[in-house]
T-cell receptor, first 113, second 112 residues
């Protein structure tokens, strides 16, 4: 079984500031890692994914994440945020042999002017 | 390509009733999964269907059931609704194992 912990439930930042949303995971088997974003009253949109290869993964809207196997982390970063990045962000894992996602509790990112 | 389509978007039901939610996956995707999202429990996996067979099931009571049709469309059914079943129900489709999941906009179920 896997578990995901998002270390911050709420992250307020000012526009154009950098941001990091933290995610740690636990699993006894190999996993794939994902970050999803959810805007109010919407479904989940994939930001980026780590399947294999380079540990630095670039996604949409200027986001990137770094997979750290030794620390079992997959933190999400953006160097300069916009008001439109205000949303809830979910870190998720799945076994490499399956497609069932286990999600973290979510981090509400609020970008203030 | 059209995305994952869930119908209806909003639903209000009374305790004790039953409800059926529908999900049409992306064309060519054979795997459909369902998730329940609530403020208290977050996102929880309900079940996954692949080629009309349930491949995986989460920890939900038997009141929650689902099925998949030959065209990959899926339905989930909740019988004897309880207030705690109020949630956003999300459907996701995958092309297969080891591929990313694409989510629909969800069905917001309110049980009164």
């Amino acid at each position: 079984a896997q578990s995901v912990t998002q270390l911050d439930s709420q992250v307020p930042v000012f526009e154009e500031a950098p941001v990091e949303l933290r995610c740690n995971y636990s699993s006894s088997v190999s996993v794939y890692l994902f970050w999803y974003v959810q805007y109010p009253n919407q479904g989940l949109q994939l930001l980026l994914k780590y399947l294999s290869g380079s540990t630095l993964v670039k996604g949409i809207n200027g986001f990137e994440a770094e997979f750290n196997k030794s620390q079992t982390s997959f933190h999400l970063r953006k160097p300069s945020v916009h008001i439109s990045d205000t949303a809830e962000y979910f870190c998720a894992v799945t076994e490499t042999s399956g497609s069932r996602l286990t999600f973290g509790e979510g981090t509400q990112l609020t970008v203030n002017p | 390509k059209a995305g994952v389509t869930q119908t209806p978007r909003y639903l209000i039901k009374t305790r004790g009733q039953q409800v059926t939610l529908s999900c049409s996956p992306i064309s060519g995707h054979r795997s459909v999964s369902w998730y329940q999202q609530t403020p208290g429990q977050g996102l929880q996996f309900l079940f996954e269907y692949f080629s009309e067979t349930q491949r995986n099931k989460g920890n939900f009571p038997g009141r929650f059931s689902g099925r998949q049709f030959s065209n990959s469309r899926s339905e989930m059914n909740v019988s004897t609704l309880e207030l705690g079943d109020s949630a956003l129900y999300l459907c996701a489709s995958n092309q297969g194992v080891n591929t990313e999941a694409f989510f629909g906009q969800g069905t917001r179920l309110t049980v009164v």
